[in-house]
């Protein structure tokens, strides 16, 4: 049975998809098979993949709509290790679509029950909102990873999550429960960065992951090459720490 993670924050720019694309690539080297779902229009995770977005003939708007499965609309990039089911801005059309239907939180929940033998892990890179392609995430997720940049509004928008997560856990989901926090595009030299950190240990503590996310170039370059960054910079401080989230993900989880 796959475990399935809603990598969530409604605020922008925070590091989600970075998080996403990475921590796949930095568990299925532990030789698990992942799968990675793009449900952000703005298709970052597919980009960063190396999948051309432009010409999907079929995507994760087509699997939340019932037009297509899991299984056919995934694709396997080349050189990774882990499948990616990706999108476009097709996806924005699923928002207004899934208005006028039945059991439209499900939605996401029902297509992955048909792959759930196929993978241990699934990560889903949500959009920076709590919209209901959020909230499918969320109903077809047992964990929630939530990246946080270090600065002075990360506090304000979590506790609005965090109050979105309980509410769906009460009525859609009540096996959801959040995995931990991520610190994200950190600066260990900028007061406020520690400052909010040691905020959130105090807040949450056990929740959030020792792995610190340093702000490094090789992370923001890595997608213009379509490469997560284990593959393009092995070396580097963000493949370093990548790959120690996902220890620290996989000991967590067993
Ligand atoms: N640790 C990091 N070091 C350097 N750059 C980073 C790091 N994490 C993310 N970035 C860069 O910051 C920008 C925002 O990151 P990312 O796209 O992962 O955030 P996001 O939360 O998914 O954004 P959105 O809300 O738009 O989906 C990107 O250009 C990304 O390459
Ligand atoms: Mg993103």
């Not at 924050?9 to 998809?17: A, E, I, S």
């Not at 990475?22 to 080297?29: C, K, M, P, R």
């Not at 995507?59 to 990706?86: C, I």
């Not at 923001?220 to 493949?239: C, F, I, K, N």
């Amino acid at each position: 049975m796959a475990k399935t993670y809603a990598i969530t924050n409604q605020k922008g720019g925070v590091g989600k998809t970075t998080t996403a694309v990475n921590l796949a690539a930095a568990v299925a080297e532990k030789a698990k098979r992942v799968l990675l779902i793009d449900f952000d229009p703005q298709g970052n995770a597919s980009t960063g993949c190396g999948v051309d977005k432009m010409t999907l003939s079929r995507s994760s708007y087509e699997v939340v709509m019932g037009e297509a499965t899991v299984a056919d609309s995934v694709q396997r990039p080349a050189g990774l290790a882990f499948d990616v089911l990706p999108t476009n801005g097709d996806l924005t059309a699923a928002e207004v679509n899934l208005l006028d239907e039945n059991l439209k939180e499900n939605r996401l929940k029902l297509a992955l029950g048909l792959v759930q033998d196929q993978y241990d892990f699934i990560f889903i890179d949500c959009p920076p909102s709590l919209s209901m392609l959020t909230i499918n995430a969320l109903v077809a997720s047992q964990g929630v990873i939530i990246p946080i940049q270090c600065e002075y509004y990360a506090l304000e928008g979590l506790s609005g999550l965090l109050k979105t997560i309980e509410r769906i856990k009460q009525r859609l989901n009540p096996e959801l429960e959040v995995t931990g926090l991520v610190r994200t595009l950190f600066d260990s030299r900028n007061n406020l960065s520690n400052q909010v950190s040691r905020q959130l240990i105090t807040h949450f503590e056990a929740k959030v992951f020792h792995t610190i996310i340093p702000r490094n170039v090789r992370l923001a370059e890595a997608p213009s090459h379509g490469l997560p960054v284990t593959m393009y910079d092995q070396s580097s401080r963000g493949t370093i720490t990548y790959r120690s989230l996902a220890s620290e993900f996989l000991r967590r989880e067993k």
